[in-house]
């Protein structure tokens, strides 16, 4: 036998054979797409594993520049940048509250008494007191508002303070509490306090000389005798109430003759030596 022809009967030996049955050619169809799964598989592995590799790569390269302490390969370690607004800081300023207070003012001293002058008022005069019915001396003072101004009597449109042994009553007699008008100390018929100088209004006792009301007040931390009447202008109608507080042991008495606001609260400040 020829070289060529056991060469191809060699060949022929190993050429496949067809199979026998449908059965063995199903067997090999899913042998062969077996085998194309598995390489496609393969393949797709490669690639994600090429993807995977390049995507490090860039990593790395884009944070050479930084420190390799904060790296992190943690995937849930990413830090969000927190901006906060800045705000303004205001220092509050609360003004000076200024309690409103009356104005201070002198305190006068009276023989054993003192007390303060109402707001707004001053000392008008300060003289002595005598009587040619009487022994003793004493002094008097008028403290009304600034300027004097208004209804005067014995040139005061204020208050009368009288202090001393001898403190004048009714027609310059010694002051008696109760007794009738031991406002008035004038010898003679006075004119009405709103009238022009002259005038022929002269003042009278609509009711009698007597108190209209009479009892005791207080006065600083002590208690006056107090006693009030009533005088009126006939020709012009007009009416007052001149009001006395007296005290004995003090030898003090207050005269109000007109009535005024400031009465109470300066009754009220009267301070004594003993």
């Known amino acids: 036998m ?52 390049a995507v490090g790569t860039t990593a790395v390269v884009l944070d050479a520049g930084s420190d390799p302490s904060q790296v992190s390969t943690d995937p849930d370690d990413t830090t969000t940048p927190t901006t906060t607004p800045s705000t303004p800081t205001t220092t509050a300023t ?23 002058l109402p707001e707004g008022w001053v000392e008008v005069y300060r003289e002595p007191r005598s009587s040619p019915f009487a022994e003793g001396e004493g002094e008097a003072m008028c403290i009304a508002p600034a300027g004097n101004e208004g209804l005067r009597w014995e040139d005061c449109s204020g208050l009368l303070i009288q202090q001393g042994d001898f403190l004048q009553g009714n027609e310059q007699a010694p002051y008696e509490p109760h007794a009738p008008w031991a406002w008035y100390h004038a010898t003679d018929a006075a004119p009405c306090p709103t009238g022009p100088a002259g005038n022929q209004d ?43 507080w007296f005290l004995p042991e003090s030898r003090v008495v207050v005269f109000d003759v007109f009535g005024h606001d400031e009465t109470e609260a300066f009754l009220a400040s009267f301070e004594f030596d003993s």
């Open 2 to 53: 020829r070289t060529d022809d056991m060469v191809r009967e060699a060949l022929a030996d190993l050429a496949p054979t067809a199979p026998a049955d449908n059965t063995a050619l199903t067997g090999m169809h899913r042998a062969i797409g077996r085998r194309r799964r598995r390489q496609q598989v393969a393949r797709i592995a490669a690639a994600v594993a090429f993807v995977a590799l």
């Open 94 to 116: 609360t003004p000076e509250t200024t309690e409103a207070r009356p104005a201070e003012t002198d305190r006068i001293t009276l023989g054993p008494v003192s007390f303060q």
């Open 202 to 244: 002269y003042i009278q006792a609509p009711d009698g000389m007597g108190p209209i009301d009479q009892g005791f007040r207080s006065v600083g931390d002590r208690t006056a005798s107090y006693d009030r009447w009533r005088a009126v202008c006939p020709q012009s109608g007009f009416t007052f109430e001149p009001e006395a």
